[in-house]
């Protein structure tokens, strides 16, 4: 990608500091910026879902990861080309970019007030150009290999808890992901709301993928996943993100850790590794806070029974007199193992993920062998 900042002359400094004198504003920022998006151009008010709340709040984060890293050429363009990617599935064409561009040099003018220069202007916009470019490219050669996304048809549904269901869906093209990861999903009941979720199962033959939702509360698109979906219901799915892969080359032992529906991409890799000639040691700790929770735990037995390199641990934290272990995962991690010698993958809520980071560095385990997906950002 072409250098967005730094070697391209533009002055990172001043860039940075008129974001944060125009992130001071808050919430009006977002606003101010969509306001003037859609005024100028209502047509693009199609690409957005009804409810602006979340997006106001993505619209900065994505600005304020851009403008930080700016220096730090090769990381960002990573970003950007997922970004570009990504955007395809809304139906963003390259023709919106300069609408974009017009709105957010607007907004930049009205809050940095009497700071705004002619210099400040020029920078800003050649630092969009850059952006965009990146982007438009990305989406571009995307649109030579894969669809922007893939319909698919749910055919089975089960609902494990009143807030917990899995189901499995068909999708009528083959969808290439690596196990671990995690693909957007929409559905017609929720209009252009996108979420994360990871599958449960390497890819088959048959097309058919499993996922494992929790409703979450205020999470539009949860509330459908889980308790409105029906066997015929079709659905939209994203290409595949994520960078929470198993890495067999290392050689070592696995430890697993999954808190609630963090459990879907672990059983995935779990189902990659049955397929390897002479696979690890796989320890699976699969925690919630009540029994209910582990609504997995009867089909995780079953394939430990079949794989006895597989020790599945259920852990409840909040349940006295249940099976398993007692506690939350990162105490039971620092009692029950010396886990310095493996692989570490870690999926849940946020809170959880972050407990087990910590624990298991202070118990030695060097942080370049511990792999995250941190369920946190599923739902707004």
């Given at each position: 990608?072409?250098?967005?900042?730094?070697?391209?002359?533009?002055?990172?400094?001043?860039?940075?500091?008129?974001?944060?004198?125009?992130?001071?504003?808050?919430?009006?920022?977002?606003?101010?910026?969509?306001?003037?998006?859609?005024?100028?151009?209502?047509?693009?008010?199609?690409?957005?879902?009804?409810?602006?709340?979340?997006?106001?709040?993505?619209?900065?984060?994505?600005?304020?990861?851009?403008?930080?890293?700016?220096?730090?050429?090769?990381?960002?363009?990573?970003?950007?080309?997922?970004?570009?990617?990504?955007?395809?599935?809304?139906?963003?064409?390259?023709?919106?970019?300069?609408?974009?561009?017009?709105?957010?040099?607007?907004?930049?003018?009205?809050?940095?007030?009497?700071?705004?220069?002619?210099?400040?202007?020029?920078?800003?916009?050649?630092?969009?150009?850059?952006?965009?470019?990146?982007?438009?490219?990305?989406?571009?050669?995307?649109?030579?290999?894969?669809?922007?996304?893939?319909?698919?048809?749910?055919?089975?549904?089960?609902?494990?808890?009143?807030?917990?269901?899995?189901?499995?869906?068909?999708?009528?093209?083959?969808?290439?992901?690596?196990?671990?990861?995690?693909?957007?999903?929409?559905?017609?009941?929720?209009?252009?709301?996108?979420?994360?979720?990871?599958?449960?199962?390497?890819?088959?033959?048959?097309?058919?993928?499993?996922?494992?939702?929790?409703?979450?509360?205020?999470?539009?698109?949860?509330?459908?996943?889980?308790?409105?979906?029906?066997?015929?219901?079709?659905?939209?799915?994203?290409?595949?993100?994520?960078?929470?892969?198993?890495?067999?080359?290392?050689?070592?032992?696995?430890?697993?850790?999954?808190?609630?529906?963090?459990?879907?991409?672990?059983?995935?890799?779990?189902?990659?590794?049955?397929?390897?000639?002479?696979?690890?040691?796989?320890?699976?700790?699969?925690?919630?806070?009540?029994?209910?929770?582990?609504?997995?735990?009867?089909?995780?037995?079953?394939?430990?029974?079949?794989?006895?390199?597989?020790?599945?641990?259920?852990?409840?934290?909040?349940?006295?007199?249940?099976?398993?272990?007692?506690?939350?995962?990162?105490?039971?991690?620092?009692?029950?193992?010396?886990?310095?010698?493996?692989?570490?993958?870690?999926?849940?809520?946020?809170?959880?993920?972050?407990?087990?980071?910590?624990?298991?560095?202070?118990?030695?385990?060097?942080?370049?062998?511990?792999y995250l997906e941190d369920f946190g950002w599923s739902e707004p």
């Open positions: 990608m072409s250098p967005p900042a730094g070697r391209s002359g533009l002055d990172v400094q001043r860039l940075q500091e008129s974001f944060a004198h125009m992130t001071m504003h808050g919430d009006a920022v977002p606003l101010f910026f969509y306001s003037d998006l859609f005024l100028r151009h209502p047509e693009t008010r199609d690409l957005f879902p009804v409810s602006m709340a979340a997006q106001r709040d993505r619209l900065v984060d994505a600005l304020g990861r851009i403008v930080s890293d700016v220096e730090h050429v090769d990381a960002l363009g990573e970003y950007l080309q997922g970004l570009g990617r990504e955007h395809r599935k809304f139906g963003a064409i390259a023709e919106y970019y300069p609408y974009v561009r017009a709105s957010l040099i607007a907004t930049l003018a009205h809050f940095n007030g009497p700071a705004w220069t002619p210099e400040l202007a020029a920078d800003w916009k050649a630092a969009y150009d850059l952006v965009a470019q990146v982007m438009i490219g990305a989406a571009a050669e995307d649109a030579g290999v894969r669809p922007a996304f893939w319909e698919a048809t749910v055919i089975a549904h089960e609902l494990r808890r009143f807030d917990i269901a899995t189901f499995r869906v068909a999708t009528t093209e083959p969808l290439h992901y690596l196990p671990g990861q995690s693909v957007s999903m929409g559905s017609a009941e929720r209009p252009r709301i996108w979420r994360f979720y990871s599958p449960a199962n390497v890819p088959r033959d048959d097309l058919t993928i499993d996922f494992h939702v929790r409703m979450i509360d205020g999470g539009a698109l949860s509330m459908v996943l889980t308790r409105g979906l029906a066997v015929g219901a079709r659905l939209r799915i994203g290409s595949p993100v994520g960078m929470l892969t198993y890495e067999p080359e290392t050689g070592r032992d696995v430890l697993l850790v999954a808190g609630s529906t963090g459990l879907a991409p672990l059983k995935a890799i779990a189902e990659q590794i049955s397929g390897l000639p002479d696979p690890p040691r796989v320890h699976l700790l699969f925690g919630a806070r009540t029994t209910d929770g582990l609504y997995d735990l009867t089909d995780l037995e079953k394939m430990a029974a079949r794989h006895p390199w597989l020790t599945v641990v259920p852990v409840v934290s909040d349940e006295p007199g249940c099976p398993g272990e007692r506690g939350m995962l990162h105490e039971v991690l620092a009692r029950s193992g010396n886990w310095r010698g493996h692989d570490v993958y870690a999926s849940g809520p946020t809170p959880m993920v972050e407990a087990t980071v910590t624990q298991l560095m202070a118990l030695g385990v060097p942080r370049s062998q511990i």
